[in-house]
């Protein structure tokens, strides 16, 4: 079980070669790239997950197809209603459907392929999520049936263990991000900087040290940066140096 918040960055390069079967021509795709932040789904860690999906300008809500919405289901699904947070879902473990064959390639590819009993016990367990997310107020399809992602959530199926449908689930994103991304406004990074702290903690050989995921306005070392925390005072403290990850790690 995830116990912390992560984040990962997938440059443009890499999501263009993952989806490439499904996509070719580019044209005015301008993000350079998604930047995942990963929040815990054991059902303990509630604050942490409202941290990360407040940051978000998008939302990807893993779903087991086997198992259905869980209380953490539920309770993801509130802080995104109530953050009005755009989201999809990824449903997840399509390999255990019974008949089904999953291989690395894309969801709507590789759906082609499956018996016809292996297609109709998946079809139902998506619409089954349909009829869950209508009943919590959502109107719901399966990816592929969908004309507008601003008013219907995706259903993504795939299979984290396969690959299958990892490039289905990065084009949603990818068209989701650079509408999103079209409507607001540009960084401004002349100003100082303005960010989420995700987590505190002390690193071998660097101290205590703090993940944060900065959103507008430039950080530099030897900055003075000031935060919350579970003191009455805010938190001050000086930038020593600045570690970012390596992408895709």
């Known amino acids: ?40 789904g054991h059902h303990a860690f509630a604050s942490l997950r409202k941290r990360g999906s407040a940051l978000a300008d998008v939302a990807v809500l893993v779903v087991d197809v086997m198992e259905g919405f869980q209380p953490q289901t539920n309770e993801s699904l509130n802080i995104l209603r109530l953050l009005k947070t755009p989201f999809v879902v990824a449903l997840n473990k399509i390999d255990r459907v019974s008949g089904w064959n999953s ?3 894309p969801f709507i590819i590789n759906y082609k392929d499956q018996p016809d009993y292996a297609r109709n016990e998946l079809d139902a367990r998506i619409y089954d999520m349909v009829g869950d997310l209508y009943d919590k107020g959502f109107s719901a399809d399966k990816y592929d049936q969908i004309r507008d992602f601003a008013k219907t959530v995706g259903i993504v199926p795939l299979s ?11 084009l949603v994103l990818i068209g989701l991000s650079q509408k999103f991304f079209e409507m607001t406004l540009r960084l401004h990074l002349e100003k100082a900087g303005v960010g989420t702290i995700l987590e505190k903690k002390a690193e ?11 959103y507008d306005g430039k950080l530099s070392g030897g900055d003075t940066m000031v935060g919350g925390g579970p003191a009455e005072e805010p938190q001050v403290t000086t930038v020593r140096a600045l570690v970012k990850s390596r992408p895709i790690k």
Request: aromatic share 4%; charged share 25%; glycine share 10%.
């Open 103 to 105: 291989t690395n390639k």
């Open 1 to 40: 079980v995830t116990q912390h918040i992560g984040a990962t960055e997938i440059p443009i390069d890499t999501i263009k070669k993952i989806c490439k079967p499904l996509k070719r021509d580019w044209t005015g795709i301008e993000i350079p790239g998604l930047l995942f932040i990963d929040t815990p």
């Open 204 to 214: 071998r050989g660097l101290g205590t040290t703090v993940d944060v995921i900065v």
């Open 160 to 170: 984290a263990q396969t690959g299958e449908g990892i490039a289905d689930l990065l």
